[in-house]
């Protein structure tokens, strides 16, 4: 005999089996509040193919030298000015004067250094780099 509101068997203490109607219900609710945008609102199956782009995604994160930029642009912070910094199909530029002089400066080098192995070799400023980002000698 059940005793009321305690979900628990009288006399054996053991937790009573939700019915089939009580998972299911508790499926469709959790399903229904992710919804795929792309297909329309339907419900999307997340479980497995959530849990597999994760995986891989930190698998890439790990090894970054899978990654290679071709092209970007970002800002750079200086002490004196704040300075454009760009990457366009293996071709740096900055907008600072010591660039301009000597075609490489310590804004295009920090960058450099923060995306490290992202950068094909072969268009790397002079710091060479391994997996880790360290600088090696």
């Known amino acids: 005999m059940m ?4 979900g628990r068997i009288q006399g054996h203490g053991l937790p009573r089996t939700p019915s089939a109607e ?3 219900k508790a ?6 509040l992710v919804t795929n945008a792309h297909a329309g609102g339907t419900p999307m199956h997340m479980a497995s193919s959530l849990i597999s782009k ?3 995604a930190k ?3 790990a090894e970054p030298e899978r990654l290679q930029f071709h092209s970007f642009a970002l800002t750079v912070r200086g002490d004196n000015d704040t300075h454009t910094v760009t990457f366009q199909e293996g071709v ?3 907008t600072c004067k010591g660039f301009h002089e000597d075609h490489f400066c310590a804004h295009t080098m920090a960058v450099e250094r923060i995306l490290s192995v992202t950068i094909p070799q072969a268009l790397r400023q002079g710091e060479p ?8 000698v």
Not at 129 to 136: K, L, M, V
């Open 3 to 6: 005793v009321a509101g305690s």
């Open 22 to 24: 009580t998972v299911a």
């Open 27 to 32: 499926a469709m609710s959790r399903e229904a």
């Open 54 to 56: 994760v995986a891989k």
């Open 59 to 61: 698998m890439y994160a």
């Open 92 to 94: 740096w530029d900055c």
């Open 129 to 136: 780099f391994d997996a880790s980002g360290i600088h090696q």
